[in-house]
């Protein structure tokens, strides 16, 4: 596959995808977004079918410079920015950006995550962009929102993790904060892009025209936490909100390696008891709801180490099967080879122009009838400049027709 020849002198074109169509083949995206939460949710938009160009600074996405193992590319870059092309523009540069006006008029999204103040200064704020394309779908990822006295602070995942109370009840009751390792407020910021842009598509539908839509990691990890973000009218704001039931269900140690156990209902609950050979918990009064075990827990537990210390983690899980919710705790490598990921086929083998064949994550949703076109690898710096130039001497001025 090239993916640096001009499609009808377009950088967009579904003639770069594999494969069968998905429920966004056709509709064209423009990343101009870095780090984790703009950059992955339009990944989500490509695994879906859509064509994705990545528009990066000239020195640029700082995701390429961080820490990896491997020595030519970046392996965060690669599993956030899979199956698009990529180009390099500095839109402080008047051709550049008028490069980039003339992608946004046939362009059916566009994904940024700059501070609320800076499009305006490039020229790429919503209202110009709007009267260049009203079909535009026009999303921006920030880090607090568009207004409030935070607007213009840079928002970043972990930072966002501790203004918004994760990390206090991450930590041990009593003990310090901790950080949720995982960019998890990165994440669901991009599936929060990518549900908001496919909906603002189905809208253009109906009405022919595009909007703004709003992403922001503070939105992000409040909504995370909807579960806990409740405040009923009298209610002292001083009060226990961490849902963890204690006690039994968390990791155990086995005789050799960790378990994860979830024994809520009374049925699991039973379960768990028989299996380990402690019938006496189950029949016990004092034990037979979730809230009681958590209040006896430094009766239970002590029991539970004693039994599971008869069998290693993957020995109980084995054991328990689908009668006891568990897992034993493993590396994400495990994960590679798994028969549940290789049977529900998650991770595909993808071929880079750098590193080479590597496995990767594609296809987070099943589509039944439009499953989407095959992964492709993550862009090389600038890989698409010579489409660029070829484009920008022979792309027409208006608006083609473009997408749903």
Known sequence: MDKTSPDNASLFGSA?????????????????????????????LADQGADVLKVEPPDGDNLRQYPSTLQAESRAFMGV??????????????????KLLRLVREADVLVHNFRPAVPKRLGIDHERLNL?????????????????????????????????????????????PEIIYGSVVDYYAAALLAAGVSSALY??????????????LLRSALTM???????VEGESLDIGRDMRSGGVTGIHPAREGYLYISANTPRFWQALCRKVGLNALAEDPRYDSV???????????????????????????ALFGDEVPCAAARR??????????????????????????????????????????APFASPVFNQDAEALASYDDNAPSKQSGSGA
Request: proline share 6%; hydrophobic share 35%; with cysteine.
């Open 225 to 231: 936490q909807s579960a806990r973000m409740i405040w």
């Open 16 to 44: 770069q995808r594999q494969g069968p169509a998905g429920p966004l083949s056709g509709i064209k995206v423009l990343d101009l977004s870095a780090y984790i939460a703009g950059p992955y949710g339009c990944t989500l």
């Open 332 to 373: 994400v490598e495990d994960m590679f080879e798994h028969p549940q990921v290789l049977a529900e086929d998650i991770v595909a083998t993808i071929e880079h122009p750098v590193v080479g064949a590597y496995r990767g994550v594609t296809r987070p949703i099943k589509f039944g009838r439009t499953p989407g076109p």
């Open 291 to 317: 809230r009681k075990r958590a209040e006896h827990a430094a009766d239970i537990v002590p029991q539970l180490h004693v039994a599971l210390a008869a069998h290693t983690a993957m020995e109980w899980e």
């Open 203 to 216: 809208e253009r539908e109906r009405s022919g025209l595009g909007q703004f839509v709003g992403v922001s």
């Open 81 to 98: 920015n899979r199956s698009k092309r990529g180009v390099s523009l500095d839109l402080k540069n008047a051709q550049d950006l008028a």
């Open 132 to 176: 260049l394309n009203p079909r535009l779908i026009y999303c921006a990822v920030t880090g607090y929102g568009e207004a409030g006295p935070m607007k213009d602070k840079a928002g970043y995942d972990q930072v966002l993790q501790t203004m918004t109370g994760m990390c206090t009840l991450q930590g041990k009751r009593g003990g310090a």
